[in-house]
């Protein structure tokens, strides 16, 4: 049986993370007047867009996160990376060999989602940015829910529904902290991204680390999709 295939987006396809949080910080810090210049994301308990901004406002604001709050947020979240994109495209490239590597899959008709904690039209709109055609998969993001783990199982349930099978092998493709522990958590296969070659993961012990995409034959072996 073929194995599900769930990818990440920012740092996993997308080379976005800095843009992406420079633009979060500073839509929290012109809408909310919060300052997160010095944060470190594994601070949170859900280093998802939703999620941080949950954990800002109860803890921080003292106030409930009201729908009025997120909508606000995203918006002008979006506007920012927009902004951003027509500044510096570059700033919105693909990990090498991405695109290649996830249409190959597309090619070999693998079961494919993808599971993001960013918000659903910034996410898509940085997967535009590729060309990566996202339509018609199951798709999971912080518009679903405030926890990873929450956004990884709904898209492993669209999955189910759409492919009509129950998947005994999942493989998660991400690059943060986070998403190796809640792989873990789910009994997942988990395949570390790391461009920066920061070695973050392999010190919390992930066997299967990848700088980029390119050598599609190579991670063919060592992830055993196909």
Request: hydrophobic share 40%.
């Amino acid at each position: 049986m073929k194995p599900l295939v769930i990818f990440d987006i920012d740092g996993t396809l997308t080379n976005t993370v800095r843009v992406d949080e420079f633009c979060y910080v500073k839509a929290l810090s012109d809408v909310h007047s919060i300052d997160l210049n010095s944060v470190d994301w594994s601070d949170f308990p859900n280093a998802t867009d939703w999620g941080i901004l949950k954990t800002l406002f109860e803890n921080s604001l003292k106030q409930k996160l009201l729908e009025p709050d997120i909508q606000r947020t995203k918006n002008y979240f979006l506007e920012l990376l927009r902004k951003q994109s027509s500044e510096n495209a570059d700033a919105f490239s693909e990990i090498p060999g991405a695109l290649a590597f996830f249409n190959y899959l597309l090619s070999k008709k693998l079961p494919l989602a993808i599971a993001t904690g960013a918000w659903g039209k910034s996410a898509k709109f940085k997967l535009d940015n590729i060309g990566l055609k996202y339509e018609g998969l199951p798709f999971a993001d912080s518009d679903d829910h405030y926890s990873r783990s929450e956004i990884i199982q709904t898209a492993v349930r669209l999955a189910e529904k759409q492919y009509h099978m129950k998947f005994s092998r999942i493989i998660y493709f991400g690059d943060g902290e986070w998403d190796f522990t809640v792989s873990k958590e789910l009994g997942l296969d988990f395949v570390g991204i790391d461009m920066q070659e920061n070695g973050n993961l392999r010190k919390l012990g992930v066997k299967i680390v990848l700088r980029n995409f390119r050598d599609v034959k190579n991670i063919l072996h060592v992830t055993r999709i196909t």
